[in-house]
């Protein structure tokens, strides 16, 4: 018998799929559902605050790259995932699967479907990755994080609703933030990031774009900037040779609650990251990851910069002058970066989690108590 209580959520591979899969697991725990997790190992202890009551490992793989042995061992794990996954969930026998994107996403929602149970496919970026064309085709429903999404497959017949992405309450909480005033003369409070494929050329182009400005200028900021861990200490020399008060580390535990403090913020378009610049309203000079096959970070960046929320700088031109250039220009003119903070605040879902809830419940057919009306 099918258990309208219980939903499994399938994500891995980086926190970019996890966290908005986190989000929605709060808000369907807290309208009374039980949650399963299935992800695979890479996801580690990422996974450790998640609201399941199971958390599963289910082998998998990405095929990639033009050899055919690699492609070959690829579809192997995937499919012995496929056969891990199948006792699984013909035990704990969810009302429906949800996938949140990437290929560990693929053998449990295959495996859901092989059982009769219907799948939802979240996509987080502006245009649909590999794996979720793969499993957009049997999918009941189809949530999207922007409202144009490209790259859905002419075979789908799911539902397609706009969700927008899942915060999670941190970021919420972040989100309730004014943004700070930018006083004359006064500090400016500069975050850089870029995640674990995109550091490095933060770490290789901020600092000497920060030392291209002139001295009155540097003297106001505050920069705050992940690096990762071979970069730690070139990039803290530099700023402290420049006299550029500075905190640098590998990662931020707050960092939601950091970009709410920030007057401007550089990095990477990842989709959360987009979604949380929105939501909390700060002004963005993006850096899409360059090379992906989708160019998804690319079209998440355009979102913001068709508004004038961010400048896109494709990373062949994104060097010290250029950035430097940029940072003066809104130092000079504060308007610039309140202005874009407006901007940016107008295209932010904070309800996300909630509408994707809303559909997710009315997929399993048969609503839990204390569900919202």
């Known amino acids: 018998m099918v258990s309208h209580h219980l939903v499994l959520i399938s994500a891995g591979g980086t926190g970019g799929h996890l966290f908005p899969a986190e989000a ?19 996801v580690g202890a990422l996974s450790t605050s998640f609201p399941a009551d199971e958390v599963f490992e289910i082998p998998s793989a990405t095929p990639s790259g033009k050899s055919l042995i690699k492609m070959a061992r690829a579809g192997a794990m995937l499919g012995l995932g496929v056969a891990r996954a199948v006792p699984i969930i013909r035990r704990i026998r969810p009302a429906v699967a949800v996938g949140f994107g990437g290929y560990p996403t693929v053998p449990p929602l295959a ?5 009769r149970i219907p799948t939802a496919i979240h996509e987080q970026n502006a245009v649909m990755g590999r794996a979720n064309r793969l499993l957009a085709r049997s999918a009941s429903l189809i949530a999207t994080g922007f409202p144009g999404v490209r790259g859905l497959p002419a075979g789908a017949h799911g539902r397609v609703v706009h969700t927008g992405n899942p915060l999670r309450p941190p970021v919420l909480e972040a989100a309730s933030s004014d943004f700070p005033p930018v006083i004359e003369g006064g500090t400016i409070r500069i975050l850089v990031f870029g995640g674990s494929q995109g550091a490095r050329v933060m770490s290789d182009i901020v600092p000497p774009a920060i030392e291209q400005l002139p001295v ?21 020399s530099l700023y402290a040779r420049l006299n550029v008060a500075s905190d ?24 959360s990251t987009v979604a949380e610049l929105a ?3 700060r002004p963005s000079i993006l850096v899409p990851l360059p090379g992906a096959l989708d160019q998804d ?49 107008s295209a932010g879902v ?21 569900r919202s009306s």
């Open 297 to 345: 970070q690319a079209a998440n960046a355009a979102t913001l910069a068709d508004i004038g929320a961010a400048t896109v700088i494709l990373q062949q031109a994104f060097t010290p002058a250029r950035l430097a250039e940029e940072l003066q220009r809104r130092i000079a003119d504060p308007a610039l970066l309140t202005g874009a903070a407006a901007a940016a605040k």
């Open 216 to 236: 009155e200028l540097r003297s106001r900021l505050e920069i705050t900037q992940q690096a990762r861990d071979e970069d730690l200490d070139r990039v803290r």
């Open 279 to 281: 939501a909390i309203g």
């Open 248 to 271: 640098v580390q590998p990662f931020f535990k707050d960092l939601p609650a950091r970009m709410a403090g920030a007057h401007l913020v550089i990095s990477r378009s990842g989709a």
């Open 24 to 42: 929605l697991g709060i808000v369907l725990r807290s309208r009374g559902l039980r949650i399963a997790l299935a992800t695979d190992r890479r």
């Open 111 to 115: 495996a859901a479907r092989l059982l």
């Open 350 to 370: 904070t309800d996300a989690a909630e509408r994707l809830a809303d559909a997710i419940i009315d997929l399993a057919g048969s609503p839990p108590h204390g």
